[in-house]
């Protein structure tokens, strides 16, 4: 199944990951080639079958809403690329 | 703690080549790779530069480097260690598990971080039991059945390291059943990667440079400094499988995929419920074949990903499956044996393994490095 | 302003996102508390979305989502969950939202209102769980001129629960009678201060218009960014007439969403967050789903407060009219206040609730506002309150005299009995003291008597007044009244 690079580039903007011209044709050609391996899944008859999405059946996992300490700023934005006055700074977000 | 090991980067590979420090090394063979994700590891420990090392499985990723480095490596049930900590890369799949020279000490590490964690949800409420209880007993009697669908695609050194392994629990009075069938186990690689990427895609989303990590700023507008450190901040195998989990996920696609990976998935562990009533420890190869050359599948993913195809049932399942040594091939690289076990039974594994090495005399081999 | 072609249905749904009184926030156990905090104060490695860190769901936001279903009159599910919601932004921490999709705690529910004397039944489509994002403020450089954007992370994970009503509404009016109705709930059962001006309550409307009969939906419009409840209304109103005049005149609305400009009274198109808001919604596999039992759903519905329509109709079955029940009603503090004030009143079922309504909305409701305080800030107890009024009622002291009292009884905290003995308040009924009283002023006020013996009614009240401040204000007035006509008919 053939994956264009047009989907690739859809895929990528979806994902914000930039992507060179070479990137989009090599992506293109490797992602066909994984998702034609995928193909025999189609064939599997899964009528009346549930999804799995957690190994283990656990429900009702939730905690007290008591409170713990929080992080002092300075840690809090101990890693921050950029920063001002207390904030993580980014470039402009349009609204 | 002795240090930090090496591994794919976001645990995304079976050969630990997509790592930006480089390449591992098979200290069997240093032309090599020493198998993936938790190469660094398994390499370190079978190079004796440490006893004990963690690794985290996804989809095999403690097991088969440790086959080919010729540890004992073992992946929990999910839910027994932990994931608060670890980077989140498959959370339905990830666990944590030890990597060691013989299976007492994979065993007494195991005990130590095993354990209910109120931080993490998915956590299992349920204590394992002290696991150096079932070192030293006998396994006569014990039923091992071999799935058909495994024993395709071993390479002839493989294959016979596998008989051998049959004939020896025979010999410790076992049962052997050959004729179990785990016919959905075929669709397991397409499951994985797609369940994995998907939910990796999501896991690696937090990484855009704003809050902390490698941040690219020269862009002009913020959103192509996120695209921008994006693409340079991820490895190739990690952009291609952030971008197989996105389009797996997304409109159009989300049935055909991601849905039906997960109906499958049910399929898959349904039929090991179903076996595991007529047996107790599924047995089969850990890897299709021995350490492969650095660099000889980089350029076909889908090569390196057949790599786990014995490994990734069980993880799909949520089982724990522990790797042996097994034997070495003619040119003397190790060869591993995984030995499956039931939800939450870790002691019949350790104990079976315990009585599989004791009897294969293959513990604590150690490369001339 | 253009009638509207009366041809045109216009059709509106309302989306309100509203924060949760909890103390911690919904998967970490940071304190909700922010509000005036320096930024970045209020975060930890989950909410900040370090890498290794995972949720925790807050088991009281569960409950409080599970009484706002049952108080909208919603299906609570018996099982539900938790998806990723994909996308990127500087202020989602993980680069998804833990959010609900497909299967939320609530679905199925309706909030009855009432406008221009009609009642409308609005549907509530569903009540989900969600964490709020961090939140973005703009600045611009003063050197560069270049706008920035900086992120303050305290609000991220707030939780947030979302409620979304059926396209049910038909007028503004009534959408923004619905907002008033959903507060007052929201803040009877305690879930949340539902405040608009803080935050902690924001509204997105649905607006579409359709020609009359046809059952097919018009093209529907967004519109955010408003800030009160006037807002809504007025951006409903506006976008109403917008979108008549441009079907009116054969153009087509494009499906899209408009941001209200408060200063202009406009809404404009924006360019939306996302091109395509593809979500990718896929189940959440760091938290096991929720299957709320059948016992503890009911502990939580017979733990419901009595809600404000069913208050309503008591109070009016006990005899008060549509405006003092639904002033009383209004907040639950003063229903409760109202009720627990009717029974220590306890001079039977047809007096009680009607003197417990004239004295809140009266005397009470006058020292709230000149206080600017609260009922809960009020400091008469109902019981005490309650005696001054069985005082006032039995004549032990005038109406002008309880007032007085109230005042004191306020500002000293004593009681009402200690304060009229102290003051020697009581009232003057006894008829020998008063017949007294008013022989010496009928002595003293030659002009008033004549005045009223020539027929001149209003002169007795000159006369009155006279006794009442002879009295000090504690003479029985209807006592002295007829003792002044008696004794002025005597030769």
Redesign the interface.
């Given at each position: 199944m053939a994956i264009s690079g047009d989907e690739v580039l859809h895929v990528a903007h979806l994902a914000r990951i930039a992507l060179t011209p070479a990137d989009v044709e090599r992506f293109s050609a490797q992602l066909s080639s994984i998702v034609d391996h995928f193909a025999a899944l189609a064939a599997v008859d899964t009528e009346g079958v549930e999804p799995t999405a957690h190994p283990l059946p656990l429900s009702n996992v939730m905690r007290a809403d008591t409170v713990a300490p929080s992080l002092p700023q300075a840690t809090v934005l101990a890693n921050a690329p950029e920063q001002e006055d207390g904030f993580f700074r980014v470039r402009a977000v349009l609204e | 703690m002795v240090g930090k090991a090496n591994m794919d980067e976001f645990a995304m590979g079976s050969s630990t080549e997509h790592s930006a420090f480089g390449p591992t090394h098979n200290p069997w063979d240093t032309s090599l790779v020493p198998g993936g994700s938790s190469g660094g590891s398994a390499a370190a420990v079978s190079a004796g530069e440490c006893l004990l090392a963690l690794g985290s499985d996804t989809g095999g990723s403690i097991r088969q480097p440790a086959a080919l480095c010729g540890n004992v490596g073992f992946d929990p049930t999910?839910?027994r260690v932990s994931?608060?900590?670890?980077?989140?890369f498959g959370?339905?799949l990830d666990q944590v598990g030890p990597l060691a020279r013989d299976v007492e000490d994979a065993a007494t590490l195991l005990d130590c971080i095993a354990g209910h964690d109120?931080?993490?949800?998915?956590s299992?409420?349920e204590p394992m039991p002290d696991l150096r209880h079932y070192l030293h007993r006998d396994i006569s009697g014990l039923r091992i059945g071999i799935p058909t669908e495994y024993t395709q695609g071993m390479e002839p050194a493989v294959r016979d390291s596998f008989e051998n392994a049959i004939g020896i629990f025979a010999a410790l009075g076992c049962t052997i059943d050959r004729g179990l069938s785990l016919p959905?186990s075929?669709?397991a690689?397409?499951?994985y990667?797609?369940i994995a990427p998907?939910?990796a895609?999501?896991n690696?989303?937090?990484?855009?440079?704003?809050?902390?990590?490698f941040?690219d700023?020269t862009?002009?507008?913020?959103?192509?400094?996120?695209?921008?450190t994006?693409?340079r901040g991820?490895g190739e195998e990690v952009?291609?499988r952030?971008?197989?989990g996105?389009?797996a996920?997304?409109?159009g696609y989300?049935d055909?995929?991601?849905?039906?990976?997960?109906?499958?998935?049910?399929?898959i562990?349904a039929e090991f419920e179903e076996a595991f009533k007529k047996c107790d420890i599924i047995l089969t190869p850990t890897t299709p074949g021995p350490a492969f050359p650095l660099g000889a599948k980089l350029n076909d993913?889908?090569a390196m990903?057949l790599n786990d195809i014995y490994t990734l049932p069980a993880s799909v399942?949520?089982l724990p499956a522990i790797s042996v040594p097994s034997g070495l091939t003619p040119e003397g690289l190790p060869i591993g044996l995984q030995l499956i076990g039931n939800f939450n039974d870790e002691g019949r594994i350790i104990q079976t393994a315990h009585a599989f090495e004791r009897a294969n005399g293959m513990a604590n081999e150690l490369p001339e490095v | 302003m253009t009638a509207i072609a009366t041809d045109f249905e216009t059709v509106i749904g309302l989306e309100v996102h509203c924060q949760l009184l909890t103390q911690s926030k919904m998967f970490c156990s940071c304190s909700v508390d922010y509000s005036g905090a320096a930024p970045n104060t209020h975060v930890c490695p989950v909410c900040l979305g370090m890498p290794g860190t995972l949720p925790v769901i807050n088991e009281r936001a569960i409950e409080f989502i599970s009484r706002t279903g049952l108080a909208l009159n919603c299906t609570i599910s018996s099982f539900s969950k938790f998806d990723r919601k994909n996308y990127h932004y500087p202020d989602l921490m993980k680069g998804y939202q833990i959010s609900q999709f497909d299967l939320p705690v609530c679905l199925g529910g309706y909030l009855d209102i009432e406008v221009d004397g009609y009642t409308r039944r609005v549907g509530i489509t569903r009540v989900h769980m969600e964490e709020d994002t961090a939140r973005l403020l703009h600045r611009t450089d003063a050197a560069t001129g270049e706008g920035y954007s900086l992120v303050d992370v305290n609000r991220s994970g707030t939780p947030l629960m979302e409620i979304v009503s059926e396209p049910d509404m038909r007028t503004p009016a009534e959408a923004r009678e619905y907002l008033v109705r959903l507060r007052q709930i929201l803040r009877y059962i305690g879930v949340s201060h539902a405040n608009m001006e803080e935050g902690n309550f924001r509204c997105d409307a649905n607006i579409s218009l359709r020609p009359r009969g046809q059952a097919e939906f018009g093209s529907k419009v967004e519109i955010k960014n408003m800030n009160s409840f006037r807002a809504v209304h007025d951006a409903l109103v506006f976008e109403q007439q917008r979108q008549a005049e441009v079907l009116n005149s054969g153009g087509t609305i494009p499906q899209e969403t408009r941001g209200w400009v408060d200063d202009s009274a406009i809404t404009v198109s924006q360019r939306s967050k996302e091109d395509a808001n593809d979500y990718r919604y896929f189940p959440e596999p760091d938290l096991p789903p929720l299957r709320l039992a059948r016992m503890w759903v009911d502990d939580i519905a017979a733990a419901l407060p009595e809600l404000p329509a069913a208050r309503d109709a008591r109070l009016r079955a006990l005899g008060l009219n549509e405006h003092e029940a639904a002033t009383i009603t209004e907040s639950r503090g003063r229903a409760e206040y109202f009720d627990r004030l009717a029974e220590a009143i306890a001079l039977g079922p047809e007096r009680s609730p009607k003197l417990a309504a004239n004295w809140l909305l009266g005397e009470v409701s006058r020292w709230l506002n000149e206080h600017t305080a609260e009922i809960d800030e009020f400091p008469l107890t109902a019981d005490g309150l309650a005696e001054l009024i069985r005082m006032s009622e039995d004549g032990q002291i005038t109406a002008a005299v309880a007032k007085d009292v109230f005042e004191k009884m306020a500002a000293t905290g004593k009681d009402a009995a200690t304060i009229v003995a102290e003051s020697g308040l009581a009232q003057i009924s006894g008829d020998d003291e008063l017949t007294e009283i008013a022989r010496k002023v009928i002595a003293a006020n030659q002009r008033a008597v004549d005045d009223y013996r020539t027929g001149k009614e209003a002169a007795l009240n000159s006369l009155m007044g006279q006794v009442m401040r002879e009295t000090r204000g504690r003479a029985n007035p209807q006592t002295v009244t007829s003792i002044l006509k008696r004794e002025l008919t005597v030769k």
């Open positions: - | 999910y839910g994931r608060f900590g670890i980077i989140a959370s339905s109120p931080r993490d949800s998915t299992n409420p959905s075929e669709h690689l397409a499951v990667y797609i998907s939910e895609s999501a690696l989303a937090r990484y855009d440079g704003v809050k902390y990590g941040s700023r862009g002009a507008t913020m959103w192509d400094n996120m695209e921008q994006r693409a991820f952009k291609r952030i971008m197989l996105t389009y996920l997304s409109a989300y055909a995929f991601y849905l039906k990976a997960q109906k499958v998935r049910t399929l562990n993913p889908y990903y399942a949520g | -």
